[in-house]
């Protein structure tokens, strides 16, 4: 079985009660915990008798013993967690660099923390790409449904940036990056995979009544990579507010999964993410493509409000950490 390393996140969140409750249902699975064992240690006696659920013991754990310098207070934003979490994650990466492990899963960060700290970057998969000199690093979330069985996948073509800079980073280059990407990680379920494009402007810009980008490229773009890739089947651009009404019956009834798409691409973080949340909040995984090494995470934030209180739900990192073992 691969080895996994988990970099446990921000430690004034949820991340130490989410990886606890997650591996205490893979008893089997050898992880390497990076982080402070004497922080995760305290998490879990304080979360004990406020579980409903189980929690792994961290003294039965390999952990990389980060520790902290300053306290933490749980559901609080600062400097010190950020400084933390963010070398967690550089200790992390370096030990599947290293070879102890062959997949990385990270709890989640908050970035303001990290900008207080002094590390300005928009999230977790940049400062990955960096690490690993990669610098086409993309976001995919992947998941499968509990009811009908059908895997769910979307790419997203421009990540954490402003809405009103997406039209501008969005290019003919990136977006058959993107959709390579998509092509190649599909190709792992179905050899002639069908790909879904969302338009860029509502309703795909109604033949340039609500936005030209459709008509001046992002039409032709699609047609000429569909000329070069015969062998998957490419649909868009689709106005985004009808392109996942396939994915919603899909999910739901095995008796509709041919109305899904093997993957879709959204072409800003929004778009993507919210029919991904919306179907499968607790079943989608965050995962990194472009790296030498799979990467994934929870599709959840801190959950500040509920840290130290034993009420946060692990179901999405176990996605993840069991993703991490199927594909990584």
């Known amino acids: 079985m691969k080895r996994l390393a988990i970099a446990l996140g921000d430690p004034a969140g949820i991340g130490a009660e989410v990886v606890l409750k997650a591996l205490a249902h893979r008893p089997s699975l050898n992880p390497l915990l990076v982080g402070c064992r004497l922080w995760l240690q305290a998490s879990y006696e304080h979360l004990l008798p406020r579980c409903h659920e189980p929690l792994a013991d961290p003294s039965q754990l390999e952990i990389v013993d980060e520790p902290l310098t300053h306290a933490i207070a749980p559901g609080s934003i600062s400097a010190a967690a ?35 700290a002094g590390h300005h970057y928009p999230g977790q998969t940049e400062r990955l790409a960096e690490l690993c000199s990669c610098d086409d690093a993309a976001m995919l979330f992947t998941a499968r449904s509990p009811q009908s069985g059908w895997r ?27 959709l390579s990407q998509l092509e190649d990680f599909c190709r792992r379920f179905r050899q002639r995979p069908r790909l879904r494009v969302a338009g860029l402007n509502p309703h795909a ?29 490419l649909e868009g651009p689709v106005p985004p507010d009808t392109c996942w009404l396939g994915a919603a019956q899909a999910w739901s009834d095995s008796e509709h999964l041919e109305q899904g798409c093997d993957g879709y691409l959204a072409l800003y973080h929004d778009q993507g993410l919210i029919p991904v949340k919306v179907l499968a909040f607790d079943q989608a995984v965050n995962t990194t493509l472009g790296l030498p090494f799979l990467r994934t995470s929870p599709d959840h934030g801190t959950g500040f409000d509920r840290a130290g209180q034993g009420s946060a739900r692990g179901a999405s990192m176990l996605a993840a950490i069991d993703t991490a073992v199927e594909l990584g």
Do not use: M
């Open 82 to 116: 950020g400084a933390a979490s963010f070398s967690w994650l550089t200790r992390a990466t370096e030990a599947v660099l290293e070879g102890r492990a062959q997949a990385l899963v990270t709890a989640p960060i908050a970035k303001t923390a990290w900008h207080q």
């Open 205 to 233: 810009g109604e033949d340039g009544q609500l936005g030209t980008e459709e008509q001046r490229w992002i039409t032709a773009c699609l047609q000429a990579y569909q000329q070069r890739h015969n062998n998957l089947q």
């Open 152 to 178: 769910f996948n979307t790419l997203l073509a421009t990540t954490h940036i402003p809405l009103s800079s997406v039209p501008t980073a969005l290019t003919p280059e990136r977006l058959e990056r993107r």
